[in-house]
Every structure is written in C-alpha cells, then in structure tokens.
C-alpha cells in the first residue's frame, strides 16, 4: 500500500509537469505563428525586414506596414483568439455541454444583428463616435444575450438544460431577425453586413486592441481563481455543492466573464465561428480537465488558432485578405478531427 | 457532550412533488451508524439531500446549537459531507485529482498542496483503492466509482456524513470493507447516516435504523426491533421473516412478494 501511494504521488507529480509542458509549449507556438504572420502579407516584407523596420521605427514605408497593418492584425488575432476560446471554455463548463460557445448559443448571433441595426437602418446608441457605431451595437446586444441567458438560469428550477435551449433558441431568433433586415436591406448595406459576419482581422486598430486587452487583464485572473471551483463543477453540481460551492454564484461570475470576453471581441472582428468551440476541445485533449492548466491552454489554443489562420487569411491567395471567420473553419476543423483521431484516451 | 442531529418537522422535495413531509425523527447521536432505508421513490435521497442543503427545506434542522438551515452553503459543507446515489458521468479527472479537488474547494483551505496531495492518497487507501490513483474516473468500473465517490466524501473529515447507497455496487468483500470502514468513521465520534437496500447489511452495522415508506417515517430504532415481518409485508411488500443463523445472529430471508391481489 505505502508502495503504491509513493508511485502515485510521483505519478501525479509527472502529470502536473507534463501539462505545464504542454501549456509551454502552447505558448511557444504562438510565438511561432506571431512570427509568421507579421512576415505574411501582401507587401512581401519578410519577419527579419519587418522585425527591424519595428525596432528602428521612423516613418518609412516599411516601418508604416508593421506598425500600422501587420503588427495590429497579429496582435488581434491573438486577443481575439485567446478571448473567444476561455469564453468558450468557461462556457462549456458552467453549462456542462461540449457544445456550448459564444457561436452556438446565440452570441455572436445577437452582436450580428446590433450589428445589422447600425448597417441597415443606422440604428445606434446615441453619442457614440462613428467608427464605433457598430462595435458598441455588436457590444451591446451580445452582452444583453448574455444578460437574457442569466435571467433564464436565474428562473425558479431551470437547470443547465433549460440554458442551453434558451441559447439555441436565441440563436435562431436572432439570425431571424438580422435574415429579415438582410430582406429590406440596401445592397450597400447588404454587402457590408456580410462581410461583418464573415469575421475579419482586417478593422484592426491599437485603440481596439488595448481595449481587448483590457478585458482579457481583468477577466483572466478571476477566470484562473475560479479555477479550482470551476473543476468541482466538472464533477457535477452535486459534488460542487457538497464541497460548499455555491453553483449559481459561480455560474452567474462566469456568464458576466463570457459575456465581456465574447460581446468585446465579436465586436471588433466580427463573428467567428469555430475558436470558442475548438479551442476548449484542443486544450482538454492535451491537459484534461484540471482546470489550473484547462483554462489557460483554452485561451492559447484559441490564440493559436486565430494566429494561424490570420497568416493562412494572406497566403492562401496572395495578396488577398480572406476574412479570417471562413478560415479559421477551414485551418481549424482538420486540426481538431486529427487531434480527435489521435488522441490516447478513449471515453 | 458531543451535539446531536435534530430533525424537527422537516418538510422538503421538488417543485411539483413535496417528497418530505413534516418528518420528525429521534435526535441521532454523534458517534452512531443510522441506517435509512425504504422502498425505491420512498424520498431516502430527498431526505439526504435536504440534511446536506441540496433541496430547499422547511422546518427545524438543527446540530447541537447550530441552526444549520439558516447557515451559508458554505458553512454546512464544513459540517456535513453528503455521498450521491451516482457520479462522475463523463468526467475525465483522475481518481486522485477528484479527491484534490475536493479538498482544495475546502473552505478552510489550509494545508499546503504536498500535504492536500497526501491527505488525498491516504483517502483512497482508505478505501483501497489507492492503486488507482491515476486512473481516469469515467475508465472505472461501477464499484470502483463508487469507492472513488466514498473516498471524495470521506476525504473532508467532516462531522456529519451522508452516504446515499455507498454499498449497491459492490461485491461481498468489498461490502464488508465499506461497513467496517462506516463503523470506523462512526468510532471516530463522527456521524454517518447512510442508505441501504440490503437490511442485512443494516442489521448486522448500524445502530440505528430509520424506515421510510411510501407515507413518511414509519418506524426508527435499534434494526433488530424494528425489522419485522409486518413491516418487510407493509413497507416493501415481501413476505419475510428474521431467523437466527446457527451462530445466533438474526439473518433476513425473503421468501416472495406479495402479489397486488393479496394472496
Ligand atoms: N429531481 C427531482 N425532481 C422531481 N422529483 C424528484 C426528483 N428526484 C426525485 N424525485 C421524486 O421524489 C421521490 C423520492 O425520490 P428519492 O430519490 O428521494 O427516492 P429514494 O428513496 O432515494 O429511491 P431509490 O431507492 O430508488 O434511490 C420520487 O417519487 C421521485 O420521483
Ligand atoms: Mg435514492
């Protein structure tokens, strides 16, 4: 028996060490995909000519490009990433469903239609500064989506169950109405209002980005605190209960957190699809479900992704930005079923 | 003198089914076994639930001087650990890692990850299941489940501990280790109601017993009183009867069921 416990704590030890490895390594790739992607673009400047026309500064034509096109975009995508994917995953766990993420259960659907309210009726809140007419619309419906979510798990005796029903139903309700401004929409209008939905990297700016990171530095340490809690809750909400945790606080904190992270960063790219559900996926398939190292590799998986597929959005076709929603499907979907298909431990 | 559990007209259940209904039982001592059992729907898990603060409760709970309705979530978990009927669907956690969980959302907090580590080994070798401490719980067998569940619950320490049917998957041996290990925790001056459908098992454990039928309490006290043929016919429906085993001890034997027209 004493053989058996000293194995089992080495074992444990092994464990730990090997998902901080992993979350490392995690963190090393995105510096890889950084790389790339600020050596990827139209311009044709390469990383060693874009890393010195960052660090010398000044104003030339090389300098202007990094700093002012490919340095925001990289950066964003990264935030956006990291911030969609620990929605997602936070999501996946209060509601205990695989299939929970900003996408499915009419998140971004709402921030869709805010904004389709500013493209096609110039709908907006008043006082708000033109060029961010449509992010604050987006803002504010995902976060009053959200906000109706909470209301109906606050419902006397609705379960987790009855949550992601109501999401589902947001979903459709919501890409029913924005179908119906889409009808009456001009084909100007039209137009602009696709290719929002399309996700793009492309409106990138630094007042967008430190906004972005400002959330992330406020949410993410809360979301890591709760981390323990967040495991228990993974036992069920029985054994959570039994433990002393109060379910509902800890599910009502984490709603707030996704509805920051998911309402800031669809705001400012648009919807994209597959990162808050694939990111989550990645992460437990490499750390399990400790939430200390599921979290954490939630976020940079999902900063992995959007990196990756922020240099794919310029080099599938040279010299054309593909919106990085449809890419992030079409990079993201093989990385996951090959995961899928390679991992060790079967259900 | 160590504090007693005191149920007072306690009422409980779910939205549309008031399962508990006004039970008042005899104050159960610190340092006992209380056996509860009764038929399958009779409310045996409600009741746990609701000692534990799961389902919301009316009337008077109360532990020594300790009000345990009006206390935090929190603060009763401190106190009472409460073992579901079933666990851990789905879940990928290692063995090992539920029980750290558990400890680690402790209120107190406390002890340092190295010693939370230990104290969480020494909680499956309790249960004996330390050599699966690495194992994912969801690639467990039934009984290996319930043990690892047993462990979790066991891990805390508490005062008060509520095991819903701790016993129903396992096999003969392992049985025997569950009850002696209840009886150990009880020896510690510790409370433990638990759940059971073999009342063989209760009559040769618990100190106590509490029946509940389909309408309520319907009797409480020493198993070897209160079980009788009377009873196993109007509370389960089985004609049965007590006999003493050839060593003396009081075995129960099932002989039928009594069919719904009453032969
Ligand atoms: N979540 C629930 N919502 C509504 N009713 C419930 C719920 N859980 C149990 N019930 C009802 O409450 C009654 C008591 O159920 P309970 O689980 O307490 O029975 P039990 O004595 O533990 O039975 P078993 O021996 O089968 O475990 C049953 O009639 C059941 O239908
Ligand atoms: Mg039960």
Redesign the pocket.
């Known amino acids: 028996m004493r053989v058996a416990t000293v194995d089992a704590l080495a074992g444990y030890r092994r464990l730990i060490q090997r998902r901080m490895v992993a979350v490392a390594l995690l963190a090393i790739a995105i510096l890889f995909a950084f790389s790339l992607d600020l050596a990827t673009g139209p311009s044709g400047l390469t990383l060693a000519e874009s890393l010195r026309a960052l660090i010398s500064g000044g104003d030339g034509q090389a300098a202007l490009i990094v700093r002012e096109v490919r340095l925001p975009i990289a950066v964003t995508a990264v935030l956006v990433g990291a911030a969609l994917s620990l929605a997602g995953a936070e999501m996946q766990t209060v509601l205990n469903n695989p299939l929970a993420s900003p996408f499915t259960l009419g998140i971004s659907s709402a921030a869709t239609f805010g904004a389709a309210l500013a493209f096609v009726l110039q709908l907006s809140i008043p006082g708000v500064p033109e060029n961010w007419v449509v992010p604050a619309n987006a803002f504010v419906f995902a976060l009053g989506a959200v906000l109706l979510l909470q209301l109906a798990a606050g419902l006397r005796g609705a379960g987790k169950e009855t949550l992601v029903l109501f999401g589902i139903a947001l979903f459709f309700t919501f890409n029913a109405f924005v179908a119906i401004l889409q009808f009456i929409a001009s084909e100007q209008a039209l137009q602009q209002l696709v290719f929002w939905t399309m996700g793009s990297l492309a409106r990138a700016t630094w007042e967008k980005i430190a906004i972005l990171a400002v959330v992330l530095a406020v949410v993410v340490p809360f979301s890591l605190a709760a981390a323990w809690r967040m495991t228990a809750l993974r036992l069920g909400e029985d054994k959570a209960r039994s433990f002393g945790i109060d379910v509902a606080r800890l599910r009502f904190a984490s709603l707030l957190r996704i509805s920051l992270l998911t309402a800031t960063a669809v705001a400012f790219v648009g919807t994209i699809a597959f990162v808050g559900l694939v990111g989550p996926h990645i992460a437990r398939l490499i750390v399990g479900e400790d939430h200390r190292f599921y979290l954490p590799a939630s976020l940079l998986s999902g900063a992995l992704i959007m990196s990756l597929a922020s240099v794919a959005s310029k080099a599938i076709v040279p010299g054309v930005l593909i919106p990085v929603g449809l890419v992030t499907a079409l990079i993201g979907v093989p990385f996951f079923v090959i995961l899928i298909l390679t991992r060790r431990t079967g259900e | 003198m160590s504090p007693t559990l005191q149920v007072n007209t306690l009422s409980a259940?779910?939205?549309?089914?008031k399962?508990i209904d006004k039970l008042t039982l005899a104050p159960i001592p610190a340092g006992t076994v209380t056996a509860l059992v009764?038929?399958?729907?009779?409310?045996?898990?409600?009741?746990l639930?609701a000692l534990a603060g799961f389902v919301p409760a009316k009337g008077a709970l109360r532990f020594g001087d300790r009000d345990l309705l009006r206390e935090t979530a929190a603060r009763r978990a401190q106190t009472v650990g409460l073992m579901p009927?079933s666990a851990f669907a789905g879940v990928t956690l290692t063995v090992l890692e539920t029980v750290i969980v558990a400890l680690k959302t402790a209120p107190a907090g406390g002890p340092s990850d190295l010693d939370i580590r230990q104290r969480a080994l020494d909680a499956l070798a309790r249960v004996g299941i330390a050599d699966l401490a690495l194992q994912p719980v969801n690639e467990l067998s039934g009984g290996q489940r319930q043990l690892a569940n047993l462990a979790q619950t066991i891990a805390r320490g508490q005062e008060i501990i509520l095991l819903?049917?701790p016993t129903s998957a396992l096999d003969l041996r392992l049985q025997m280790v569950v009850m002696k290990l209840v009886a150990e925790i009880a020896a510690e001056g510790r409370m433990v109601v638990v759940?059971l459908?073999d009342l063989n098992l209760a009559l040769q454990w618990a100190d106590r017993l509490i029946v509940?039928g389909s309408k309520g309490l319907r009797i409480e006290g020493p198993p070897r009183e209160a079980i009788t043929p009377e009873l196993l016919a109007e509370v389960y429906g089985v004609r049965g009867r007590i006999e003493a085993c050839s060593r003396g001890i009081p075995r129960l034997l099932i002989d039928a069921a009594i069919d719904e027209a009453g032969a």
Do not use: F
């Not at chain 2, 259940?13 to 089914?17: K, T």
């Open positions: 259940g779910y939205r549309r089914r399962v009764g038929p399958n729907g009779a409310g045996k898990s409600t009741l639930r009927q819903d049917e759940v459908h509940l």
